[in-house]
């Protein structure tokens, strides 16, 4: 089956610090990416809609120059959270589009991110 | 892979009809999760059910637990063509990670 991975799997930095966050899928192209983070025990939250060759389309409430999002190929979409503060670690996923006639999505395994 | 398996892939059924899409799993979970996508949009969440619970309902859903058969269902009834997106489920087995299935892509024929 279709496989998306994320890199890396858990990052810990100090605040102020950027972390870039890497979304790829491997086998297939994927003109659509989202990007979602999860607080423990809490549902996914939509951050961004990425797609590839264009501006990201952010959801209400998330600061696109805190969150940079870039899907410069078909295959990969990065996040990047620029000086990165405690409030900020959560879980952070992503799902690639594979098919969109078919609504079909294929979701990373998550990037934890912990900021101290 | 600890991915949860959605079945059918694919399901088209007529207004007013119940829909119902199974998910299962492989190892045990601390919580099952469903979630909707409408083309081109991220996901909905629409019910969580722990471990130790077998049936919860939300309005026209009802998800099921079966934590002996690793399987979860969700039907939606009384179907309407609003209803028409894909359903996911997700599957927390750590606490720290969730894994999603591929999805059931359902179509509400008005």
């Known amino acids: 089956g279709a496989v998306v991975s994320q890199h890396p799997s858990w990052v810990i930095c100090k605040s102020g610090t950027s972390v870039k966050i890497e979304c790829r899928s491997l086998?297939?192209?994927?003109?659509?990416m989202f990007w979602y983070r999860q607080f423990p025990k809490q549902s996914l939250m939509l951050m961004a809609t990425?797609?590839?060759?264009?501006?990201?389309?952010?959801e209400q409430g998330v600061e696109k120059d805190k969150f940079l999002i870039n899907h410069a190929s078909l295959t990969l979409s990065t996040l990047t959270v620029t000086s990165a503060h405690p409030e900020d670690s959560s879980f952070y996923i992503c799902?690639?589009?594979?098919?969109?006639?078919?609504?079909?999505?294929?979701f990373g395994p998550g990037t934890r991110l912990l900021v101290l | 892979s600890q991915q949860g398996e959605e079945d059918p892939q694919a399901l088209s059924i007529q207004e007013g009809e119940n829909a119902t899409m199974n998910c299962s799993y492989k190892?045990?979970?601390?919580?099952l999760q469903w979630y909707r996508q409408n083309s081109g949009r991220g996901l909905v969440h629409l019910i969580l059910?722990?471990?130790?619970?077998r049936e919860k309902h939300s309005g026209r859903l009802r998800v099921t637990l079966d934590t002996s058969k690793k399987s979860s269902s969700l039907l939606i009834t009384a179907s309407r063509a609003a209803d028409t997106a894909s359903y996911f489920c997700?599957?927390?087995?750590?606490?720290?990670?969730?894994?999603f299935g591929t999805g059931t892509s359902l179509t509400v024929i008005p």
């Open positions: 799902s690639a589009e594979r098919d969109r006639h078919r609504g079909t999505q294929y």
């Open positions: 086998d297939f192209q994927a003109t659509t």
């Open positions: 990425s797609n590839e060759g264009s501006k990201a389309t952010y």
């Open positions: 190892t045990s979970i601390n919580n």
């Open positions: 059910i722990r471990s130790n619970e």
């Open positions: 997700a599957t927390d087995h750590t606490g720290n990670q969730f894994y």
